[in-house]
Every structure is written in C-alpha cells, then in structure tokens.
C-alpha cells in the first residue's frame, strides 16, 4: 500500500468498516483510487538477454521472433488480448570472453559463458555477441524504448588471472592500471553497437553485485565501493569526452539492504551514502554522465510481506536522507530462497509463481517507490524459477513455453508505460488480496489486483474525481494468460477470480 497520512487513513478505514456494516454490501471490497496524488516517475519494466539470447538469437527466424513478440510486442491479437507483454527496457549482457575459453574457463555450463568483443591481443572482433545483437534489433523494432549494457565481469583480455569470475576476496578481478583499458572497452562497444544496430545504450552498468566474491559457476567480478568509484570518475570522463549521452548506472547491489547498511562487507556496503553523499570520499554524483539514480536486485528481502515492507521502507528513509532526487531502479530478480520455505529449484509455469513475484511488483514500486523493474533471465533453458520464457536447451531451436509469470509481469509492463506515476491507493486489509494503481501520461489509470485467495471476490472501484467509469479487464490465471475478459463499469460490483492477477484499464 503506498503510504498514505495517518488522517487519511483513519478516514479510509473509517469508511471500509461502514461499507462492512451495510448489509447489502458485505461481501464487496472497495478499490479506493485518488488519482491526484501521484508519486514517482516509472520508466520502464525489462528483462535480460542473458545468457540463452546468445543462441535463441540464432535460431530459425519463426522460432525468434516468437519469442521477441512474447516480450516486446505491444500488438493484440483479434481477440483483443496482447500478443506480448510489451517490455519497455532490454538489458545486453556485454560478455567477458569466457566463450572463447571453452571448458578451460571454469565455468561448467558454456550456456553460462559469453563472448567479447575484446581480444587479447588487443583487437576487436565485431561479428561476436550476434544472437544477442539480434535481440537489440527485434527489441527496437518493436517498441522497446531503453536499453541497458550490463557487466557481470571485465573481459579476460584485462582481468588479473585471466579469468571471468575471480580468485575470491572483496576487491575487483581488474588491475588498477587497467580500469582506463576497460572504460575505453566500454565506449567503444557503445558506438560499435550504436553504428552497426542503431541502438545507444542509454545507460552502462559497468559492475554487477559487487558484493559477491564471484568464484566461479558464471561470469563474475566483486568491486569495493572505492574501485567502484575509480571506474566511474573514468568512464564518465570517457563518455562526455566521446560525445556519447550515454549515462552510468551503479551499483547493482545484490541485495536491497546493502544500500543502507554493510551487509557482508561495510567497503562493499552503505552504498547510497558512499556513492551519493557529498561529504563522501566515493562520492560520484558530480562525475560527467552519472545517471541520478541507485540501482539494486531484490534478491534475499522478499521473505514474505512483513520483510517486503521492512527493508523497503528502510530504503526509502536513507533515500530521503541521502538525497531525495535520488531515484531507486529494481534492476534484476528471480526467484532464489528466503521465501518462506518457496525456493528457486523447479521450473514453475503455472500460477504459484506469478502470484509471488506479482507481489514483489507491488512492493517494489509502492513501498521501494522503484522507478523501474527489471526481471532476470528474459528466457531460461533451466528447471528453474527464473524466466519469463523457457526453452529447451538447444542451440539450433527448439520448444517454446510461456509462462504464467511472463503475463503476470505483462499485468504491469503491457499497461504502465514510460512516464506513469503510481496513484494514492486504498484497500482493505486482507493478506491475499492486493492492489496498486498507477497514472498514465495520457490520464489513463491502470489497476492491478492480485487474488491470492482460493475463491473468486467481489470488488467495486471507488474512483475520486471524473473519470470514466467504463474500463477493460485483463486476467491472468489457471484458465488466461492476460487475456481480455470485456468491459465493467467501475463503480459497480464486479468479480475477479481466484489465484488471478487482473488488470482494469481505465
């Protein structure tokens, strides 16, 4: 729920008792929505290329460009239900060369390698990374609006032991003397992947969870808040130099608490204040082409609702003390363990986990106040709880499985677009049912509820000010992937069903 003042909510719950009380409305929830008081700017909702882009990028053209539709098309089938859940960001995963190693990189699974365009001998060869490439061009021809280059580890060309993931300890896998090579890497790979596919990345993110010791199993490097620095005073010198608007993203905390607090390692921790404080030694808010923001995955604080709440809203109080422009980006999540007893292990296409990260959704940019949200692996090969879309694990082509997870983020990402604000929002109190709402540009309102009860509910939106109350439902369930379920007038009893995420677009 985002937070409201404690007159207004008295006032509120006042009005749901009253609404209990009345006999002929017992069994109705009430939607509170105010759609004037609005909060931050969302930008975007993305996904990564990592790492099966790398071969679906290669696989025959229907088979691609299926998948592509599923995540970035914003056309709707005859019916009226989307054909994608039109992802707004798209994240290429700029590789470290330990494809070119083959089994002698130590990382087991080659579909958890990834190619450079770095040589060691200096070189550059531009025909690497074409699945991936591919996907950045199916992106933007439909739609996709910003794009990302990540790092998880410099190229082996420059690392210290000639590897993708490193020797252990808290400092980075890169000698001091090579941080000008990688930031040069950096811009070239822009303006090659801005002349050859037309597109700029309109933020790098050159360090990925630095906290992490990263001794093997995939690309990987950890960096102290003070190496952190280093690179970006460098690289953002680098970019404004190169006349690239391109701007730094930083720091991709592995965990959301290691913003405000040392979690493992204090020179790895505090990371709004140490980035961002002026009186900071690792202060990087006045180098050239550092985006204002602060970006971290929500991976280990989603244990249920009582830690969704407490570490999001510790967040916000060291945002507010820090700097209250700074803006929050959820930048990557999937489900690993701290879930109350729900793990990672099994692929799950059904509703179980659609309902969970739903949830996380809502608390990320109602609580988190998250300007964007970012999902990990767009497509997966694994029996895992992490995509969005799964495959089978070849290389030439093969089978193609939606997700009920890939339409419950679709309940977000195909109606909040770029520039919708979330709305002031008020529900009752009940555990398994949950809603935000959000503001488009043109005035549009978006509603997304989530019914995690084991039977259907009656709901009615009382909607302030003047508005249409005629408004499209979209449900994803056992039974629909995001599918058009007609029209309802809002300010009537209507019926959502059970473990269902719906839509109503206003």
Known sequence: MIFISLLLFNLLLACNEIDKKDPGKEDVSEIILMPETTYQTIHNFGASDAWSSQFVGNWPD??????????????????????????SAWRFNIGAGSARQEINSGIDDPWRRAESFLQHDGTYDWSNQAGQRWFLRAAKERGVETFIGFVNSPPVAL?????????????????????????????????????????????????????????????????????????????????????????IEIPEAGQINHLYEAGNDASRGFQIKEFFAPSSDNYVGDVPNMAHKIAAHSYFTTTNDQVLEDVRTRLRKEIMETDPELEFWMTEYCILGDNDGFKGNGRDLGMETALFVANVIRADLTIAMASAWHWWLAVSPYDFKDGL??????????????????????????????????????????????????????????????????????????????????????????????????????????????????????
């Open 62 to 87: 229907e088979q691609k460009n299926r998948v592509a539709d599923l995540l970035f098309s914003m056309e709707t089938n005859k019916d009226g239900t989307p054909k994608g859940i039109g992802l």
């Open 159 to 247: 690392t210290k032991n000639g590897n993708a993931y490193s020797d252990g300890g808290n400092s980075m896998n890169l000698p001091v003397e090579k941080l000008p090579e990688f930031s040069k890497y950096l811009v070239e790979v822009t303006r090659n992947i801005q002349n050859n596919e037309g597109v700029l990345f309109d933020y790098l993110s050159p360090v990925n969870e630095p906290q992490w010791d990263w001794k093997g199993g995939q690309e990987g490097s950890p960096w102290k808040n003070s190496e952190v620095a280093q690179l970006c005073r460098i690289l953002g010198s680098d970019l404004k130099n190169a006349d690239l608007p391109t701007l």
């Open 389 to 506: 879309v799964y495959i089978d694990k070849s290389e030439t082509g093969g089978n193609i499985y939606e997700s009920k997870l890939l339409w419950a983020l679709g309940n977000y990402s195909r109606f909040i677009r770029p520039g919708a604000t979330p709305i002031m929002t008020f529900m009752g109190d009940n555990p398994q049912l949950k809603a935000s709402a959000y503001k488009n540009k043109d005035g549009e309102l978006v509603v997304v509820i989530i019914n995690d009860n084991n039977t259907k509910r009656n709901l009615r939106i009382n909607l302030q000010g003047d508005y249409n109350t005629n408004a499209r439902v979209y449900e994803t369930s056992a039974q629909n992937s995001l599918k058009l379920m007609g029209t309802i007038d809002t300010g009537k009893p209507f019926e959502i069903a059970e473990h269902s995420i719906t839509t109503i677009v206003i």
